[in-house]
Nanobody, 128 residues
Framework: QVQLVESGGGLVQAEGSLRLSCAAS????????MAWFRQAPGKEREFVAA?????????YYADSVKGRFTISRDNAKNILYLQMNSLKPEDTAAYYC????????????????????WGQGTQVTVSS
């Protein structure tokens, strides 16, 4: 059974930092492209960042977080990360990690419909 468990959310002041983690189990982690999405109350789920199976230079960010957030992965530990710096109140949302099985080591995916497996989410609240 595939499980994705996010952690690391919390309450932080504007300009602060948080690091989210997503622990994966029940799958061969290195075969999955991964991503972070977020959803604020009353809004649709939106793409934040994505990384290919192999990680490395194959990453992609939403314009709203580019230069502030960094996605990374540790395939030996089956963990996905999201380092969030210079947080803004508009970053407040529930953050979800997602997994997409792919044969292509360098491919990245940014649409929610492309992801089969999802975590339960972790709340990030940024105060002004």
């Amino acid at each position: 059974q595939v499980q994705l468990v996010e952690s690391g959310g919390g309450l932080v002041q504007a300009e602060g930092s948080l690091r989210l983690s997503c622990a994966a189990s029940g799958l061969t982690f290195s075969m999955y492209a991964m991503a972070w999405f977020r959803q604020a109350p009353g809004k649709e789920r939106e793409f934040v960042a994505a990384i290919s199976r192999s990680g490395g230079g194959s990453t992609y960010y939403a314009d709203s977080v580019k230069g502030r957030f960094t996605i990374s992965r540790d395939n030996a530990k089956n963990i996905l990360y999201l380092q969030m710096n210079s947080l803004k109140p508009e970053d407040t949302a529930a953050y979800y990690c997602a997994a997409h099985l792919t044969s292509y080591s360098g491919s990245i995916y940014s649409q929610p419909k492309e992801y089969r497996y999802w975590g339960q989410g972790t709340q990030v609240t940024v105060s002004s």
